[in-house]
């Protein structure tokens, strides 16, 4: 069963897309690294809100990266550039159907 965490914010305005999207580029090759990753997903949308959808084997998985990501140099920058005021998140398992 998939554990799936969703998280959507906003940028502060001094940061560029650009500057995000670089982040995610070195989070990403962080993440190749790490026990049961299945993928990770980044979009934006028209009012400014971004989006990422991460996806592990399990929730112990995807919890052991929450504890240790700030370890890793693109999650420290990647982290300067949000506005946490902004963020949500949730999480779920994924439902599996025969």
Same mark, same amino acid.
């Given at each position: 069963?998939?554990? @799936?965490?969703?998280?959507?914010?906003?940028?502060?305005?001094?940061?560029?897309?650009?500057?995000? $999207?670089?982040? *995610?580029?070195?989070?990403? *090759?962080?993440?190749?690294?790490?026990?049961?990753? $299945?993928?990770? *997903? $980044?979009?934006?949308?028209?009012?400014?809100?971004?989006? @990422?959808?991460?996806?592990?084997?399990?929730? *112990? +998985?995807?919890?052991?990266?929450?504890? +240790?990501?700030? #370890?890793?140099?693109? @999650?420290?920058?990647?982290? $300067?550039?949000?506005?946490?005021?902004?963020?949500?998140?949730?999480?779920? #398992? +994924? #439902?599996?159907? +025969?």
């Amino acid at each position: 069963m998939e554990f @799936v965490g969703i998280a959507k914010f906003k940028i502060k305005p001094e940061f560029t897309d650009a500057s995000m $999207l670089k982040a *995610e580029k070195g989070i990403r *090759e962080a993440m190749k690294t790490q026990k049961g990753f $299945l993928g990770r *997903e $980044l979009g934006k949308f028209e009012d400014g809100f971004w989006i @990422v959808t991460i996806k592990w084997d399990s929730k *112990e +998985n995807g919890s052991k990266w929450t504890e +240790n990501s700030k #370890q890793f140099e693109a @999650v420290q920058k990647q982290h $300067l550039m949000l506005d946490f005021s902004t963020m949500r998140m949730e999480f779920y #398992q +994924n #439902q599996i159907i +025969n």
